[in-house]
């Protein structure tokens, strides 16, 4: 069974920077997107930043500007570069994976943000 691996997460300063990575726990094939979600304590689950592998972005508008989100397809591997943290973005942040053939999503198990001071 294939697992997402996370791992990036942790406590920073407000204004401080963050970069989570995560990478399947074996080789997948047909992967399209990939991305990054994340739910705050009594919030439902929203997303963050998603990167088809044609390398098109899409970001929350929370995080435009702040937020940075890569692949290395060669290691279907997932990044986000987060800069400029502010507490709203305490959250788990959790990876997603989505193939093809056959159409399937994954998802991590999570990762806690901590944005304090």
């Known amino acids: 069974q294939v697992q997402l691996v996370e791992s990036g997460g942790g406590l920073v300063q407000p204004g401080g920077s963050l970069r989570l990575s995560c990478a399947p726990s074996r080789s997948i094939f047909s992967i399209n997107a990939m991305g990054w979600y994340r739910q705050a304590p009594g919030k439902q689950r929203e997303l963050v930043a998603t990167?088809?592998?044609?390398?098109?972005?899409n970001y929350a508008d929370s995080v435009k500007g702040r937020f940075t989100i890569s692949r290395d397809n060669a290691k279907n591997t997932v990044y986000l570069q987060m800069n400029s943290l502010k507490p709203d973005d305490t959250a788990v942040y959790y990876c997603?994976?989505?193939?093809?053939?056959?159409?399937?999503?994954?998802w991590g198990q999570g990762t806690q943000v901590t944005v304090s001071s």
């Open positions: 990167i088809t592998s044609g390398a098109s972005t």
């Open positions: 997603y994976l989505g193939t093809t053939m056959p159409p399937r999503a994954y």
